[in-house]
């Protein structure tokens, strides 16, 4: 199995930063893509940003300036740096990992359980 899980959110003041973590963990022989997503209430998942194996980064207009993904692959780890927060931000930070559990298998999404992040005056 392969489990994810986040790390760093909490309640901050608007332009505050927070660093979010996820460690990737189990039977897994590569991964592919990780991302972060994110849903306030009564709004859908959303993607915030995402990062290749080899570094390549893509992000929402939304957070574009504001937000930097990196990650350490020989830690299975993903980051996203959050500065200069808004109240918009305030949402259930996800995230994402395309695992291949070994090396004939096809990659398969995997998630984690969320971590809250508020932003607030």
């Known amino acids: 199995q392969v489990q994810l899980v986040e790390s760093g959110g909490g309640s901050v003041q608007p332009g505050e930063s927070l660093r979010l973590s996820c460690a990737a963990s189990?039977?897994?022989?590569?991964?592919?893509?990780m991302g972060w997503y994110r849903q306030a209430p009564g709004k859908q998942r959303e993607l915030v940003a995402s990062i290749t194996s080899s570094g390549s980064a893509n992000y929402a207009d939304s957070v574009k300036g504001r937000f930097t993904i990196s990650r350490d692959n020989a830690k299975n780890t993903v980051y996203l740096q959050t500065n200069g927060l808004k109240p918009d931000d305030t949402a259930v930070y996800y995230c994402?990992?395309?695992?291949?559990?070994?090396?004939?298998?096809?990659?398969?999404?995997?998630w984690g359980k969320g971590t809250q992040v508020t932003v607030s005056s």
């Open positions: 189990g039977s897994i022989y590569r991964i592919n893509a």
């Open positions: 994402n990992a395309a695992v291949l559990r070994w090396s004939w298998s096809d990659a398969v999404d995997y």
